[in-house]
């Protein structure tokens, strides 16, 4: 246990609902990443926060991601008019000097 | 751009055998190296790091150097044991501030008795 703990750990919803995750990243950290794992792959940077800012998106966060940090504490990432491509492995990784730190994980299964 | 490209898998190795698992990257500057290992049904963990060049990041008996002429940083046991089953993930961070990270497509390693 890392100490960053993920909600819920499983979700299947079907296409074209919303659905959000969340994070709670180890209380002294203050940088958050979110990441998208496939199956055979290693993670992919999707959005990262410093305390509350949300400094950095990749292209691969479309508009129907967003993420949230309100108060820099915990964050979610919420996926809009969900389709069958973002079925993945959502992770979170709170970081302390480049040292990364992941939850468990959301597994998202669109039907 | 950035990238670390990764052995592929998936390795299978007898107890006590030596493993090596290549990874090599491509970056701008000079990035901090890591080894993230993920254990069947847990998160991914750290498992070893190096910051500059030559430096050789070591846990549980796992050891990679950061070669910068070779741009390498392999992943090397001397005698592997069946708790090391896992997927191996090698990663960078970007200077100068260590905000972007990418990881490998992971190599998968299993032990048998």
């Known amino acids: 246990d890392t100490g960053v703990s993920q909600d819920p750990r499983h979700k299947i919803t079907k296409r074209g609902q919303n659905v959000t995750f969340r994070c709670d990243p180890i209380s002294e950290h203050n940088r958050l990443y979110w990441y998208r794992q496939t199956l055979g792959q290693g993670p992919e940077f999707l959005t990262y926060f410093q305390n509350e800012a949300q400094l950095e998106k990749s292209r691969l966060l479309s508009d129907r991601f967003s993420a949230e940090r309100p108060k820099g504490s915990f964050s979610t990432l919420e996926i809009q008019r969900t389709e069958q491509g973002d079925s993945a492995m959502y992770l979170c990784?709170?970081?302390?000097?480049?040292?990364?730190?992941f939850g468990p994980g959301t597994r998202l299964l669109v039907l | 751009g950035d990238s670390v490209t990764q052995m592929e898998g998936p390795v299978t190795l007898s107890e006590e055998a030596f493993l090596t698992i290549n990874c090599t990257y491509t970056?701008?500057?000079?990035?901090?190296l890591f080894w993230y290992v993920q254990y069947p049904g847990e998160g991914l963990q750290l498992l070893l790091k190096?910051?500059?060049?030559?430096d050789k990041g070591s846990n549980k008996g796992f050891e990679a150097t950061y070669r910068k002429e070779t741009t390498s940083f392999h992943l090397e046991k001397g005698s592997v044991q069946v708790s090391d089953s896992a997927v191996y993930f090698c990663?960078?961070?970007?200077?100068?501030?260590?905000?972007?990270?990418?990881f490998g497509t992971g190599t998968s390693l299993t032990v048998i008795p």
């Open positions: 970056a701008t500057g000079y990035p901090s």
């Open positions: 190096a910051t500059k060049a030559d």
């Open positions: 990663a960078l961070s970007v200077p100068p501030t260590g905000n972007q990270f990418y």
């Open positions: 990784a709170s970081v302390l000097q480049e040292t990364q730190y």
